[in-house]
């Protein structure tokens, strides 16, 4: 998924007259397809000190899904979805899905909507489901009312380092496994071969659309425009019954709101609710186009802002890192208005390469969740914040290293500075991110994740770049792990 990890060692852009060769992918790989393939891949690795990774659909962004000369546990095969009606456990009982670790949330949406049911998930419909990315927390348009993703799986079916094949729970003797695989991140613990999770009753949800763009007003007018948008959304996400979250983007230059989700309102909800926004934008001068919306499902909402179905519109080829903005940033004027310069910085760099794309929500934590290892700073989050560039496949790969050095070296530590103690979505953060990981993906719960990691891992057959745990080993220039 990450274009700097293909180092045009084969892509579809390398010239035919240049070799095609391995270069970070796998050399080797088993196409799972049971517990069977799990335990003799686990085996074979530990056999012949041959680096083990695990690859669900490759959504990765730190390299995690492969490795130079390792084994691959492909898992993409595990695609069974199954509805339970009725779930009984001692912290839950209702409609639950078992979901397999192959399993996107394209096809995953669709299956619990033809049952009358929505489900935690991704907001870029391709992703494996039962992956990494709930593994990792889990960001999603219905945060807001049920969540993360992390806080609503009600078992893991895993196999551990030492072939073992086992259900971890909230309250069973694998209790500290769930927790740190609810949150603490994939690739590290063991290998997934399913997760069950809860699922609600589908409803109507409100929608709309909102843009603008600085052709008509000067440019401090324009970030005047941006600077209020940040100002009300705590506002927005709280609005009406609650659990409103919107996605949107910021170039230098324009702004789109490409998907509020709004869940029960109705158009004149939705108008009401976003009225004080557009009247700044009216008072400030901007030109804008606005429309609102309504579905009769989640999924048909879904399909109609981030559709198509089952796969979604989301690009492979994008050069980006991530930060937390906290709600009390955009609560204070002066935090707020730092905030924004530092956007505005960032849009200048080469003409406007990078832009901002935010996920506005306000995480629902009275949804009765287990305890787990989701970072604590998604708890006060008001933006999940992408710094995003479009990669150049065919450009000198100097120019892109350069651009990517740029991000990490002066991007990335400038929102921390205006976002102190909070942290990074450790799923989508730059792989040559330079700060403190341990703290600013996992926070307070790295001590207790490494605790789990060496009890059921205590040799670290499992590595994930930035994985709890991964500095116990260190790549070497062939891509080699080497114990430091």
């Known amino acids: 998924m990450n274009a700097a990890f293909q180092n045009q060692s084969c892509d579809p852009f390398t010239p035919a007259t240049e070799p095609c060769e391995l270069g970070n992918y796998a050399s080797y790989s088993i196409n799972v397809t049971g517990v069977d393939d799990v335990v003799a891949g686990i085996n074979f690795a530990k056999e012949n000190n041959v680096r083990l990774v695990i690859k669900n659909t490759g959504h990765d962004f730190m390299g995690k899904s492969t490795g130079k000369g390792s084994l691959s546990l492909w898992t993409h095969y595990l695609n069974d979805s199954v509805i339970i009606p009725q779930f009984i456990s001692d912290y839950y009982t209702g409609p639950a899905v078992k979901v397999g670790a192959g399993v996107i949330a394209g096809f995953l949406y669709k299956t619990v909507a033809e049952a009358g049911y929505r489900v935690v998930g991704g907001t870029c419909a391709s992703t494996g489901i039962a992956g990494g990315y709930t593994a990792g927390g889990g960001h999603s348009l219905i945060n807001g009312l049920y969540g993360m993703a992390a806080d609503n799986v009600l078992e893991w079916e895993i196999v551990t380092a030492e072939g073992l094949h086992i259900t971890a729970t909230p309250n069973n003797e694998y209790s500290d496994l769930y927790w740190a695989a609810s949150g603490g991140g994939g690739g590290v613990w063991g290998v997934v071969i399913s997760m069950t999770t809860r699922i609600f009753p589908d409803a109507a949800v409100g929608g709309a659309s909102l843009t603008y763009n600085a052709s008509n007003v000067d440019a401090d007018t324009f970030w005047k425009a941006i600077e209020e948008w940040y100002a009300y959304l705590p506002s927005y996400t709280d609005g009406l019954n609650g659990g409103n979250t919107v996605e949107f983007e910021v170039t ?7 998907s509020f989700t709004i869940p029960g309102g109705s158009t004149s909800d939705i108008d009401t609710l976003l ?3 557009l009247a700044q934008l009216k008072t400030l001068g901007i030109e804008y186009s606005y429309s609102s919306h309504t579905s009769t499902s989640y999924y048909a909402h879904y399909d109609r802002d981030l559709g ?3 796969y979604g519109p989301w690009p492979g080829d994008i050069l980006f890192s991530n930060r937390l903005f906290p709600r009390s940033v955009s609560e204070n ?9 530092t956007i505005r910085n960032m849009t200048t760099y080469q003409d406007g390469y990078f832009w901002l794309g935010c996920m506005a929500v306000h995480v629902n934590s009275s949804t009765g969740h287990p305890d787990n290892a989701v970072l604590p700073a998604f708890r006060d989050v008001l933006g ?6 479009y990669w150049n496949w065919t450009g000198p790969m ?3 290293w350069e651009r990517k050095a740029y991000l990490v070296d002066e991007i990335v530590p400038a929102f921390e500075a205006v976002t102190p103690g909070s942290g990074s979505y450790l799923n989508e953060v730059d792989s040559w991110y330079k700060g403190n990981w341990k703290q600013e993906f996992y926070g307070s719960n790295y001590d207790r994740l490494l605790q789990v990691k060496n009890k059921y891992d205590p040799d670290h057959l499992f590595y994930a770049y930035t994985g709890v745990g991964s500095d116990y080993w260190s790549p070497d220039d062939s891509g080699r792990l080497c114990r430091t």
């Open 252 to 258: 230098g230059t324009a702004f789109a709101a490409i």
């Open 398 to 400: 100097a120019d892109m």
């Open 384 to 389: 999940i914040c992408t710094v995003i560039g």
């Open 333 to 341: 004027v002066t935090t707020n208005s730092a905030l924004v310069e």
């Open 275 to 277: 009225a004080p926004y």
């Open 308 to 310: 198509p179905l089952p």
